[in-house]
């Protein structure tokens, strides 16, 4: 199968210069384009976060990919490198069609891959380099580095929501169910579960916990 991915970065952007230059270049190739993947989302966010990843994850070794240029994968180049590294993994063939790559399963792809990992790995050594470089000049200037006491965090929603969370629970929803209720992790629910009593015991209490208990016993 031969898949075509579009992807812009506002929904006032138009996939079709995209479409049409994919259609050109597989016509040039005899290729047949299967299905076309089409989605709006900056190329910052993470391929596990787009139709891109759940794409990968379908395709099939001897699946074919093409994409107008390599930035339409991602933005960064860690990310464009964990992608072609799936795809090579997969056996999946990616075509950009205006730099002309092909990434597949040849020595020259490999070598490719190769040279985009290097520029990747230099430029997280930079970012990191940079980083570092610019903590110890505030704390030079005497800048406090970290999070301020008593700052805004995630504890503070489940805080200021803390009835709300143990009517939940009284009611039968799950830990799952608070966490996605509130867009907070389950390490942050133990911590504010360890810090208010009721809540523990309304946990305690859910049917799920009380099930099991059942099974243990």
Same mark, same amino acid.
Not at 43 to 48: A, H, L, M, R
Not at 68 to 85: A, D, H, V
């Given at each position: 199968?031969?898949?075509?991915?579009?992807?812009?970065?506002?929904?006032?952007?138009?996939?079709?210069?995209?479409?049409?230059?994919?259609?050109?270049?597989?016509?040039?190739?005899?290729?047949?384009?299967? !299905?076309?993947?089409?989605?709006?989302?900056?190329?910052?966010?993470?391929?596990? =976060?787009?139709? /891109?990843?759940?794409?990968?994850?379908?395709?099939?070794?001897?699946?074919?990919?093409?994409?107008?240029?390599?930035?339409?994968?991602?933005?960064?180049?860690?990310?464009?490198?964990?992608?072609?590294?799936?795809? /090579?993994?997969?056996?999946?063939? /990616?075509?950009?069609?205006?730099?002309?790559?092909?990434? =597949?399963?040849?020595?020259?792809?490999?070598?490719?891959?190769?040279?985009?990992?290097?520029? $990747?790995?230099?430029?997280?050594?930079?970012?990191?380099?940079?980083?570092?470089? $610019?903590? $110890?000049?505030?704390?030079?200037?005497?800048?406090?580095?970290?999070?301020?006491?008593?700052?805004?965090?995630?504890?503070?929603?489940?805080?200021?929501?803390?009835?709300?969370?143990?009517?939940?629970?009284?009611?039968?929803?799950?830990?799952?169910?608070?966490? !996605?209720?509130?867009?907070?992790?389950?390490?942050?629910?133990?911590?504010?579960?360890?810090?208010?009593?009721?809540?523990?015991?309304?946990?305690?209490?859910?049917?799920?916990?009380?099930?099991?208990?059942?099974?243990? /016993?």
């Amino acid at each position: 199968m031969t898949i075509g991915y579009l992807r812009v970065s506002t929904g006032k952007q138009h996939p079709a210069n995209q479409k049409d230059e994919i259609e050109r270049f597989a016509a040039q190739k005899n290729i047949t384009v299967n !299905r076309w993947v089409v989605e709006v989302a900056s190329g910052s966010k993470s391929e596990k =976060d787009r139709k /891109l990843g759940r794409l990968l994850k379908t395709m099939q070794p001897g699946d074919t990919l093409i994409v107008t240029e390599i930035s339409r994968l991602s933005r960064t180049l860690t990310e464009i490198m964990s992608i072609m590294g799936k795809c /090579l993994e997969k056996g999946i063939l /990616l075509y950009t069609t205006k730099e002309g790559y092909t990434f =597949d399963n040849t020595i020259n792809s490999k070598v490719l891959c190769f040279a985009f990992g290097l520029v $990747a790995e230099i430029e997280r050594n930079l970012i990191s380099m940079r980083t570092k470089e $610019a903590l $110890a000049m505030r704390k030079a200037e005497g800048v406090k580095l970290g999070r301020r006491h008593g700052s805004y965090t995630k504890m503070n929603v489940l805080k200021e929501n803390i009835a709300h969370v143990v009517s939940m629970l009284n009611q039968g929803s799950t830990i799952a169910d608070v966490c !996605r209720k509130f867009h907070v992790s389950r390490e942050t629910f133990s911590r504010f579960r360890a810090s208010f009593s009721e809540v523990d015991a309304a946990v305690s209490f859910t049917p799920y916990y009380q099930y099991k208990k059942k099974k243990k /016993l």
